[in-house]
Nanobody, 122 residues
Framework: QVQIVESGGGLVQPGGSLRLSCVAS????????IGWFRQAPGKEREGVAC????????YYADSVKGRFTISRDNAKNTVYLQMNSLKPEDTAVYYC???????????????WGQGTQVTVSS
């Protein structure tokens, strides 16, 4: 069975930090680019960050540059999203997806996880 599972979400105060994990089973992430997406209530899904299969190239949405960092550990079949200086506007369900490259990630045919809730509130 091919499966991707996100974890690490929760409730945090503004200015706090969380680290999200995206773990694959049933296949290896070595040859896949991994993107993080989020969807807030009543909003369209938004691309947050992406990392190439080698880890050599990363991309970030302007809204999170300087605050979020995407990284990967292929030996653990895991991709991380470190989120610092969190704002209420970051509240959303966060998803990860695997695709051949970052230009293509986000398609319905990609491998998707179930999502993890991030809530930033005082």
């Amino acid at each position: 069975q091919v499966q991707i599972v996100e974890s690490g979400g929760g409730l945090v105060q503004p200015g706090g930090s969380l680290r999200l994990s995206c773990v694959a089973s049933g296949f290896t992430l070595d040859y896949y680019a991994i993107g993080w997406f989020r969807q807030a209530p009543g909003k369209e899904r938004e691309g947050v960050a992406c990392i190439s299969s080698s880890g050599g190239t990363t991309y970030y949405a302007d809204s999170v540059k300087g605050r979020f960092t995407i990284s990967r550990d292929n030996a653990k079949n895991t991709v991380y999203l470190q989120m610092n200086s969190l704002k209420p506007e970051d509240t959303a369900v966060y998803y990860c997806a695997a695709a051949p490259n970052c230009r293509r990630v986000g398609s319905p045919g990609d491998y998707w996880g179930q999502g993890t809730q991030v809530t930033v509130s005082s």
